[in-house]
């Protein structure tokens, strides 16, 4: 069975720089790694899980708005292990931070985030919290 588990979360002071990873398991990864979708989601507390970035298996990446211009999403294609790269980081970055992939199929390059409802495979989260 698919598995993903995130690790680097932590408290960081506002601008500073975290970097989560994302460890994928329980699949061919020589037949099937082009065939799946990764992406970020993020939880703060109360609030619905939103898109952060995504990764679509034809190389296309997506970011949410508040995303842009501060995260990356970098895929370690040896370890098979997703990254977010988080700079200048600030308060409201605040949340539980998931990975998620599904199978979406053989190089598709879809050119916007995909929803939560799409993902069927999730991590158990890491928390980030970014104080003032």
């Known amino acids: 069975q698919v598995q993903l588990q995130e690790s680097g979360g932590g408290s960081v002071q506002a601008g500073g720089s975290l970097t989560l990873s994302c460890i994928i398991s329980?699949?061919?990864?020589?037949?099937?790694?082009?065939?799946?979708?990764l992406a970020w989601f993020r939880q703060p507390p109360g609030k619905e899980r939103e898109g952060v970035a995504g990764?679509?298996?034809?190389?296309?990446?997506n970011y949410a708005d508040f995303a842009k211009g501060r995260f990356t999403i970098s895929k370690d294609n040896i370890k098979n292990t997703l990254l977010l790269q988080m700079n200048n980081l600030k308060p409201e970055d605040t949340a539980t931070y998931y990975c998620a992939a599904e199978r979406c199929g053989l190089w598709v390059d879809w050119g916007a985030m995909r929803g939560v409802d799409e993902y069927t495979y999730w991590g158990q989260g890491t928390q980030v919290t970014v104080s003032s």
């Open positions: 329980g699949y061919d990864y020589t037949k099937e790694s082009n065939k799946f979708c």
């Open positions: 990764l679509e298996s034809g190389g296309t990446r």
